[in-house]
């Protein structure tokens, strides 16, 4: 057994004996339970039951969970300081308000931590992690140090920086890599700690529209639906190599690619355009979801299940979850944001929702339930949840 929820361990302790002192049990075997929770929020109500479990999961907390259910960031009407993030946990809706700059764009999130982009002069980019009350901020080169054709006065910074991936949690280890999709073009570039400026990739690959990392290395997509992967380990260049050609089923607006219980997934996001005379809009009508055939490395297959996980779609590195995990996610399932900048606008992101791959209707199934409201700015965007006091 990988893991179990914090309820049915303590209903099948308090069956075993009433009369147990829970606080007696032997750190060890304390810190073996804790580290058996997939959900963080059993890992937290588990250090909450008395002062001993406390201090066991105070010494375990660096301990590594497996991706955990995003918070869904949106503005604060009141108050443009702060941020909302939305939490649908056991059939609730959390609503903590955290600190998030006003004055800087979030472009990303990765491992937990937002990207920050700067206005002018500075175009400073900053990982800022809203979870920390302390040792939450990492600067990275500025805007101005990509290796662009625009000039800084054409730099606009919602936008330039389109997705961006860490290799690692910055609190876990000081051995990352940041890489992002830059410009005009969607080009890859990458930089690493104590790095005065981003380093583009050189490949003939342009137009990228997703990355990870996977397997020790960084997996992009471009618009056709090619995939390259990026070796960049003891490289001041990145090995670049070709994965596979893109599935056989024609154009759509914007691919993603996810691992999903350690295979590699490509996304295809079908929109539906309307055009009535003055303006014209879209929404995501269907997902076409691909598996990297393990058997045949350049074959895709198309797939109508997902082994029962939820993806979560977006400006955020892209997140695979086992509904069995976390029940509060519907399986086979696909929570999505609008991350299409280019065609929304200033009239702010709406094409937000669920799509069930299982519903096989080709239509999306609901609204997601930690919205009902469109075209707020910034638009709302997918962060995983980090532990305080990660750090080493």
């Known amino acids: 057994m990988n893991s179990f929820s914090l309820s049915s361990f303590l209903a099948n302790l308090l069956n075993g004996s009433m009369s147990c002192d829970w606080s007696q049990l032997p750190d060890n075997l304390l810190a073996v ?58 059939g ?34 900053e990982l800022m992690n809203p979870f920390f009350s302390a040792e939450n901020k990492i600067e990275l ?14 730099l606009f910074p919602d936008g330039y920086m389109k997705k961006t991936v860490l290799s690692a949690c910055p609190t876990r280890t000081s051995d990352y890599v940041v890489m992002t999709i830059y410009g005009a073009q969607n080009k890859l570039a990458f930089t690493k700690p104590g790095d005065k400026q981003w380093t583009t990739v050189a490949h003939e690959h342009k137009c ?10 960084f997996y992009a997509v471009d618009g ?3 995939v390259i992967a990026c070796n960049i380990k003891n490289h001041s260049q990145p090995k670049v190599r070709k994965v596979a050609s893109p599935p056989p089923d024609g154009p759509y607006r914007k691919n993603y690619i996810v691992e999903s219980l350690g295979e590699l997934f490509q996304i295809r996001r079908v929109l539906e355009f309307d055009f009535d005379g003055c303006c014209s809009t879209y929404n995501t009508i269907a997902f076409k979801v691909f598996k ?44 999505f944001t609008d991350d ?29 339930p930690l919205i009902d409201f469109k075209g707020l700015m910034p638009p709302p965007i997918w962060v995983e949840p980090t532990l305080e006091h990660g750090r080493k």
């Open 208 to 217: 990228f529209n997703d990355l990870i990392y996977y397997k020790g290395e």
């Open 224 to 226: 056709e639906g090619t």
């Open 92 to 125: 609730e809706v959390y609503n903590p308000v955290m600190d998030v700059p006003s004055e800087k764009f979030c472009a990303s999130s990765t491992h937990g931590w937002l990207v920050t982009v700067g206005v002018d002069p500075d175009f400073k980019v």
């Open 141 to 154: 080169p500025p805007l101005t140090s990509f290796d662009q054709h625009e000039t800084v006065e054409e």
């Open 340 to 368: 299409a900048r280019n065609l929304y606008g200033l009239m702010g992101p709406h094409d937000i929702g669920v799509f069930s791959l299982e519903d096989g209707c080709g239509q999306i199934v609901e609204p997601n």
């Open 33 to 90: 339970i804790s580290n058996k929770f997939a959900s963080m929020d059993d890992f937290v109500r588990f250090g909450a039951v008395c002062v001993s479990w406390r201090s066991v999961t105070v010494e375990n907390r660096i301990q590594l969970f497996p991706p955990q259910v995003p918070f869904l960031m949106f503005p604060n009407m009141h108050d443009n300081t702060r941020r909302y993030f939305h939490y649908l946990c056991n």
């Open 292 to 335: 990297l055939d393990q058997y045949d490395a350049i074959k895709w297959v198309e797939m109508k299940t997902m082994g029962g996980q939820t993806l979560f779609l977006g400006d955020n590195a892209s997140i695979s979850l086992s509904s069995s995990d976390f029940p509060q996610c519907k399986p086979n399932s696909i929570y």
